[in-house]
């Protein structure tokens, strides 16, 4: 944040004593322009992608590492800044002169969150690589196939950064290529995961690019560049920053799930600043271990709104899972039946968990209770935001 930017922020809205300026920055599944503490890496991925400024495309890869640790962050402003200078207009004249004039090489990323059928994910790569709209209905997957050959017969090779492979709602690196394999044209893809690369499904020949978590010191200076972008000046102390970002031992969604938790706690108690309290508080929202907010934001509507109601309930009335599922199908347009199989569903993925109550009291085998593994505060804050248009 430059100095131009800081004076703007103290400025906009009028009103420098609100807790909250810009929600975008305290998101988990927000991403910057200009990542934060993350150059080496952006340098590791250039010299991957380094033959593409010679109009050809690199070999493929796999970028993994644990969560939190800004690969999807540095991959999305990467390719946005690689299909800017490297993706010509259809008529520019190509040379193979290096620089970023118009090699030819286009870049697109998929998030197989989104789309992780055969479909989607041919779709997702057409969708952007031209200008128009492309449909989704009456059309199949071979007639995008079709669409895709001839993109790429008239206008350059493509690189396709697959992003969150290997999860359990999505799918793995060989996938990925067997899919684009089929398709003809040069094609090149980057995948991104968690998983070890022999987990993931890469193929042997795949090159590789591991990434650790934070260092301590620079998570708190992302902590507080994003806190310094989104919250009233004064709202967050140093101090605070510092605790949480030692409590996240590396991982920048497990902090900044904590810090917008804390801000929901503080909102929710009409407090203008985060105290120690509300810091607590955001802290013990996230679960260790902790499914990503993206996972959970890209499940189907009507699981979403289950999840609400779910983190709505006490402890106490998500036992048993059948009397879970009544309570929340009776603030929803659904039957209990339909929520028990969500609920189930979901605990299969480890977004929640059955977890045996020791102290039910009476005979039989004791029942289950339905608890969230995602940052609870942090998704009440960001789903609220989008099915009720509304922040605190």
Known sequence: MDIE???ARRRRTGDRHRLVLDEDPLSPVWHPEEPIGRGPLVERLLDHFDPVF???VPPNGYLYGPGGTGKSAVTTALVERLAG???PPTDAVYTTTRGG?????????????????AFEFAHAVLDGLVPESVPRSGVGTDEIHERLERRVRGGGPVVVVADHVAEPETVDVATVDDRLAGVAGAFAWLAIGREEPSAAG?????AVVEVDPYSQAALTDLLAARADAGLGQGSLSHASIRRVAEWAEGDAEFALSAVLGAVEAASAAGEAVVDDADIEAGMRAVPWPCVPLGRVLALPANRIRALRCLVALAPEQRAPVSGCAARIAGELDLTASTVERFLYELAETGVVERVQVDDHGGPGRPPSRVEPRFATLAFQRLSRRRFDRTTV
């Not at 890469?202 to 795949?206: C, L, N, Q, R």
Request: charged letters at 30%; aromatic letters at 4%.
């Open 5 to 7: 930017d800081r004076i």
């Open 54 to 56: 010679d109009g050809t």
């Open 85 to 87: 200078s490297l993706s």
């Open 101 to 117: 004039s118009a090699p030819g090489v286009s870049f697109v990323r998929v998030d197989l969150r989104e789309a992780d059928s």
């Open 202 to 206: 890469v193929p042997p020949e795949t």
